[in-house]
């Protein structure tokens, strides 16, 4: 069957070797087969990124899924992202090594300090991977602070802090509940004049998370430490507000039991 | 039913063949008759010479359809930086003012790999599922994927390439599409992660796009090149789930392209233009079975043959609203 349709383009030179049919065919089916492992492949490598999460996890959104499901479920649209009104939440790139388009928070940058109230990163979810089932911040467990430095400390060494907790160019905000109710305010317009450091304690979004105990008997011994108590849900406030340079208190993140589901 | 059936096996790779006699219509019969004389036929060539003299490629579709995927993908972004909700998330699930949106494949993925049916995200599946079962579900690749764009200016390049003969299209199997499908079906499944999000162009240039997240853009530049020197439109022919998944979901669309056969000369430079040819079998002369026959499932609806045809033997038809002439 002839197919009425142009042949004035100048024909390809005679010497081109010409492909039998099924020679052809078969190349098409070998280099079908050779892409699609290449494909497999790189999706594969796709996967460690994730195990790299496994090895260093990091901050997920509140309401987060046990860490394997929370691969699983995990959508990567940034809902998320876009309602955190402290924009604490980011997306992974291929480098941050927490699995490509899953959200993350880096706490000493910018922790999640609940100014929005009703955990709208749950609410923005479609998939569960935030789980509905948290209502309050109280139910958060994205992990636990933990004194790492507990040299750094200054309430331990029993020094005040005066300035800003981050100095003037940290970017971070933070709800101050009683300047502004609503809107949470940027760290670096706060200024400080404590005679203890208290600053962990002080911004602590959960009311009985974290207290500055005693660290002697002796009555005249003005050094206090920080005690994280059950009430910690790990939201990297206290990590973001420690003004040494290398914080003090840090968060451990919180991924859970592989092969436990949460929910 | 017989047809739609062969469409879909088209769809998942196999070739089409021409129809045996017992399949075309009588009228298709009588035209294909009618059009083999050798009076239309000399008729038919001289309009064709006639017609090479302003021979030019039309951009009716393919100026809408740019301006779709940009519009579209626009409203992404400006949603998240100037805060005005319209279009929040990314393509993979997304809030359409206020109404949940979660792409088919993406939410698949997600569920194979979780293996729980996500009863909140069923929601937006139901809405973007009646969406394309309407306007057909590969309406997706070229009117909205930004991946389809880039892609097609890769196209351009690469034929440009091609004219000038330094590089040679590597056409692959389409049924390694197929293939790839159920491989990422797996792969989700037995690791417990959405592999195939990974690697997906279409995730990555959307979340791009919104929250500048630009390291994996790397993978997809690498997939342009491959696309520009080795292999036109790699990633849509032979290999992207997505692309499956919606042609599945809107496989009998109302909405759809038609070949008027009456209006064909056979020329085949839609064929040239198409992205998935595979579906344009019944514009070569011989291979129609109807006078009229809708374009199948694997078509993305995206007009290319439109602004290619010359005679207008193809065009738009909602089924059960377009009149018949």
């Known amino acids: 069957m002839t197919i009425d349709g142009r042949n004035d383009k100048p024909a390809r030179p005679a010497a081109e070797k010409r492909l039998t049919k099924g020679g052809e065919e078969r190349r098409q089916i070998l280099r079908s087969v050779v892409a699609g492992s290449a494909i497999t492949c790189l999706a594969l490598a796709g996967l460690l990124p994730q195990m790299a999460a496994r090895a260093n996890p990091r901050l997920r959104p509140p309401g987060a899924i046990f860490e394997e499901d929370f691969l699983a479920a995990c959508i990567k649209c940034g809902q998320c992202v876009q309602v955190c009104p402290v924009e604490a939440i980011k997306l992974a790139d291929a480098t941050d090594g927490v699995g490509i388009g899953t959200p993350f928070i880096n706490a000493r940058d910018q922790a999640c300090d609940f100014s929005c109230d009703a955990t709208q990163c749950v609410l923005a979810c479609p998939t569960e991977a935030l789980t509905h089932k948290l209502t309050r911040k109280e139910e958060v467990t994205m992990g636990k602070a933990r004194l790492a430095a507990p040299d750094k400390c200054l309430a331990r060494a029993g020094k005040g802090f005066k300035g800003k907790a981050r100095g003037a160019d940290h970017g971070a905000m933070l709800r101050y509940e009683d300047i502004d109710r609503w809107t949470p305010l940027p760290i670096a317009e706060h200024d400080y004049d404590l005679s203890l450091c208290d600053l962990c304690v002080r911004e602590c979004p959960i009311p009985g998370a974290i207290a500055l105990e005693p660290l002697s008997a002796e009555a005249g011994d003005t050094r206090r430490t920080p005690v994280v108590k059950a009430g910690c849900v790990g939201c ?28 | 039913m017989a047809s739609l059936v062969q469409s879909i096996a088209q769809m998942l790779g196999k070739a089409p063949t021409k129809p045996a006699p017992e399949e075309v219509s009588p009228a298709a019969r009588d035209l294909l008759a009618f059009k083999k004389t050798p009076a239309e036929r000399a008729r038919r060539k001289a309009a064709i010479m006639a017609e090479r003299e302003h021979d030019a490629m039309g951009w009716k579709w393919r100026g809408r359809r740019w301006a779709s995927i940009i519009v579209i993908n626009l409203l992404f972004v400006i949603s998240f930086q100037l805060d005005v909700q319209l279009v929040e998330g990314a393509l993979t699930a997304s809030r359409v003012l206020g109404f949940h949106f979660a792409d088919l494949n993406s939410s ?164 040239q233009v198409c992205l998935v040819p595979h579906v344009l079998d019944m514009t070569k002369l011989g291979y129609g079975t109807q006078v009229l026959t809708p374009v199948g499932p694997d078509c993305t609806r995206c007009g290319m043959c439109l602004d290619a045809c010359p005679t207008g033997a193809l065009r738009f038809d909602i089924q059960g609203l377009t009149k018949r002439a």
């Open chain 1, 236 to 263: 990297g406030v206290c990590e973001m507000m420690c003004p040494t340079d290398q914080p003090a208190i840090v968060i451990d993140v919180e991924t859970g039991p592989r092969g436990v589901r949460r929910v």
């Open chain 2, 108 to 271: 698949l993925q997600v569920m194979l790999a979780h293996r729980e049916i996500l009863v909140n995200l069923l929601i937006g599946v139901g809405t973007v599922l009646v969406l394309y079962m309407l306007v057909g579900g590969r309406s997706f690749c070229s009117w909205v994927c930004p991946y389809h764009l880039v892609s097609e200016w890769a196209e351009m390049a690469h034929l440009k390439l091609v004219e000038k003969g330094w590089v040679k299209d590597h056409a692959m199997h389409r049924s390694l599409r197929t293939v790839m499908f159920v491989v990422f079906a797996l792969l989700a499944l037995a690791t417990g992660f959405t592999v195939f999000e990974t690697i997906s162009p279409v995730g990555i240039l959307s979340r791009a796009m919104t929250y500048g997240t630009s390291l994996a853009l790397a993978w997809v530049g690498v997939l342009l090149l491959v696309e520009v020197f080795y292999s036109r439109r790699f990633w849509c022919r032979y290999v992207c789930p997505i692309g499956l998944t919606y042609g599945m979901a809107g496989a009998v669309a109302p909405v759809r392209i038609v070949h008027v056969a009456e209006n064909c000369f056979h020329e085949g430079k839609c064929r």
